[in-house]
């Protein structure tokens, strides 16, 4: 009691670890990585995958709404295919020009003195890349990327008869508006956000204590996810709160203005920091 008592004015600290979704969070949507992902998405539907071009919208949403990537959905209804090959043919050709460094973005990431994190569901070429493009590349100790949960030991695919049986299912499942309920839902053999063995993976690969951690990410299913599973959480993107979400930024640059507690504990440091509310949420990314 002593010790709480003599040190009272400087608690322990509330978070250890911020937890960082790429796509989305740490760039605004208005860059239009994430149209041009989706367009690349449909065409190796059609090209690779021989879904017909008048359904691949519908099935995708349909997909991604349930599995979190397109990716994980296709796996479920028994689509088998080499995942470098989805990756090269889905990121390798978006816009990363449109990404511009972001150096207020930096100075604030790396004015924190908290532990960073990147939780992604994209490939580790396609977020290195990224944060190459917004000049964060040395702002995280570490990287969990898509191939971090999905290690694959030289060999993508698989042809086993579970998924071969699926895919005789798909049909039906894909021409469905709504999946009737999410235990009718085949599994995934994929490990990403939004499933909590996921974040269950991701905690134990980074040594994360989720009651000490701030997570952020533009998508609510994750943020529901994380909440569910002791994470704080930020929906970032929007400047409304929704269920799950402890906080909402319309921009990762007001990160400052929402959480100021983040920089109680090293005020001094974070002096340096030149930062208006202006600056905060303008755009680095040319839309
Ligand atoms: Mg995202």
């Given at each position: 009691m002593e010790y709480e008592n003599q040190y009272q004015h400087v608690p322990a600290a509330k978070y250890e670890w911020l937890l960082f979704d790429v796509d989305d969070t740490l760039y605004p949507l208005s860059s239009g990585l994430s149209k041009a992902c989706t367009n690349n998405i449909e065409e190796f539907m059609i090209q690779k995958l021989g879904i017909e071009g008048n359904k691949v919208s519908e099935i995708n949403r349909v997909l991604y709404k349930n599995y979190g990537t397109s990716m994980a959905g296709l796996r479920a209804v028994g689509y088998n295919f080499d995942y470098d090959e989805y990756h090269s043919f889905v990121h390798g050709r978006l816009p990363y020009e449109n990404l511009k460094p972001d150096p207020v973005l930096r100075s604030l990431l790396l004015s924190l003195p908290i532990r960073k994190v990147i939780f992604s569901n994209g490939d580790k070429v396609h977020v290195a890349k990224v944060l190459r493009k917004l000049g964060l590349e040395d702002c995280f100790e570490r990287v969990i990327s898509f191939e971090t949960l999905n290690p694959t030991n030289g060999s993508n695919t698989s042809d086993d008869e579970h998924s071969f049986q699926l895919r005789g299912l798909s049909t039906e499942i894909l021409d469905a508006t709504n999946f009737p309920c999410q235990s009718a839902l085949p599994e995934t053999p994929i490990i990403c956000k939004p499933f909590e063995n996921a974040?269950?993976?991701?905690?134990k690969i980074a040594n994360i204590n989720p009651q000490k951690t701030l997570f952020f990410d533009d998508s609510i299913r994750n943020i529901q996810t994380g909440k569910q599973i002791g994470l704080?959480?930020?929906?970032?993107?929007?400047?409304?709160?929704?269920?799950?979400?402890?906080?909402?930024?319309?921009?990762?640059?007001?990160?400052?203005?929402?959480?100021?507690?983040?920089?109680?504990?090293?005020?001094?440091?974070?002096?340096?920091?030149?930062?208006?509310?202006?600056?905060?949420?303008?755009?680095?990314?040319?839309?």
């Amino acid at each position: 009691m002593e010790y709480e008592n003599q040190y009272q004015h400087v608690p322990a600290a509330k978070y250890e670890w911020l937890l960082f979704d790429v796509d989305d969070t740490l760039y605004p949507l208005s860059s239009g990585l994430s149209k041009a992902c989706t367009n690349n998405i449909e065409e190796f539907m059609i090209q690779k995958l021989g879904i017909e071009g008048n359904k691949v919208s519908e099935i995708n949403r349909v997909l991604y709404k349930n599995y979190g990537t397109s990716m994980a959905g296709l796996r479920a209804v028994g689509y088998n295919f080499d995942y470098d090959e989805y990756h090269s043919f889905v990121h390798g050709r978006l816009p990363y020009e449109n990404l511009k460094p972001d150096p207020v973005l930096r100075s604030l990431l790396l004015s924190l003195p908290i532990r960073k994190v990147i939780f992604s569901n994209g490939d580790k070429v396609h977020v290195a890349k990224v944060l190459r493009k917004l000049g964060l590349e040395d702002c995280f100790e570490r990287v969990i990327s898509f191939e971090t949960l999905n290690p694959t030991n030289g060999s993508n695919t698989s042809d086993d008869e579970h998924s071969f049986q699926l895919r005789g299912l798909s049909t039906e499942i894909l021409d469905a508006t709504n999946f009737p309920c999410q235990s009718a839902l085949p599994e995934t053999p994929i490990i990403c956000k939004p499933f909590e063995n996921a974040f269950g993976q991701a905690f134990k690969i980074a040594n994360i204590n989720p009651q000490k951690t701030l997570f952020f990410d533009d998508s609510i299913r994750n943020i529901q996810t994380g909440k569910q599973i002791g994470l704080h959480t930020v929906l970032v993107g929007t400047s409304h709160r929704t269920n799950g979400a402890d906080y909402a930024l319309e921009s990762i640059h007001n990160i400052r203005e929402a959480l100021p507690e983040l920089w109680e504990s090293d005020t001094k440091k974070s002096e340096g920091i030149r930062y208006s509310g202006k600056v905060a949420i303008r755009t680095s990314v040319m839309a």
